[in-house]
């Protein structure tokens, strides 16, 4: 969520004004967050906000790197009417993904069109400008439903589709239709909704190719997981070929599955925000972060799953402390029991899922 007040901390922020209810500047944000944890240096530059993160993409050399970018990337000041949270982050800033070297970026969620068609458009003109591949939104619902093809490393392609669902807050007039831009969106975990997406991953799919299915679904906060998500995510892999299910909307991280030895990420949780300085939910530690790498085992072995625990403060993420690894260890083997995993040490900063 490299918006709002993150913008306004990079080298070329946009407009801040607001339509929130209580704030009406992205500045007040960066203020929320330097009374809790001191002055942020300003502008900082566009690798800052990545922190400790830059020297775990170093470590560790993903062969792709996918974000779920929950922000406009766009100067339009068309607020979506009735909406009470706009992000938005200036074009010129876009700069803060290349800092990363991120390869796709899955616009399908509630906060895309915070500004308008138009505003959505300008993000992914500006991305593709960047040399970034989009997914889950485009100028019709042939563009939004297409995947992103990145280039894998044995010559194959990773597909990563991407869809948004109301249970996260996106509003169905976002949906793309053969005459007006939006999001892929997904409108139930039925059966229907199954076959629909076996077909389009059929379509698409080469032999070799990996494929993701990124999904914006649930609330923001808990961590339950109904019966049909785990039912539908467990299709995906089972009737669809998906080789990892790439869940997201929960502001901190939830369950994670295992089935068939395809990771099955419920929710992901926040990478960047600017939420530092606002309280509510402290019970779910949502200051923490955890940075996920996947190594899949084509051989009929179980994915490899490694978790970094980062910890964001003065907008920066850096390695979680001890107490703060142990509690998202306990955790995640607390919500994985029901889902048949847990959540190892496997060094200094990572931990590793196993299947019990």
Known sequence: MTGRGIDQILPTPGNPRLHESYVRSAIEYVELAERRNGAIARPVSPAYIWGDALTELERHRPDVRIV????????????????????????????????ARVDCAVLANNHVLDWGRAGMEETVATLQAAGIAVAGAGHNEHEAAQPAALAGPHGNRVLVFAFAMASAGTPSSWEATSSRPGVALLHDCSAASLARLRERIGAQRRDGDVVVVSIHWGPNWGYEVEPERRRFARALIDEAGVDVVHGHSSHHPIAIELHAGRPILYGCGDFINDYEGIGGYEAYRPNLALMIFVALDFAGGAADLRLVPLKRKQFRLGYAPQADRDWLQQMLCREGSAFGTHAARSGEHELRIWAD
């Open 68 to 99: 779920n970018l929950e922000s406009a990337v766009t100067t339009r000041d068309d607020a979506w009417p009735g909406k009470g949270i706009h992000y938005r982050m200036h074009p010129a800033n876009i700069t803060c993904l290349g800092a």
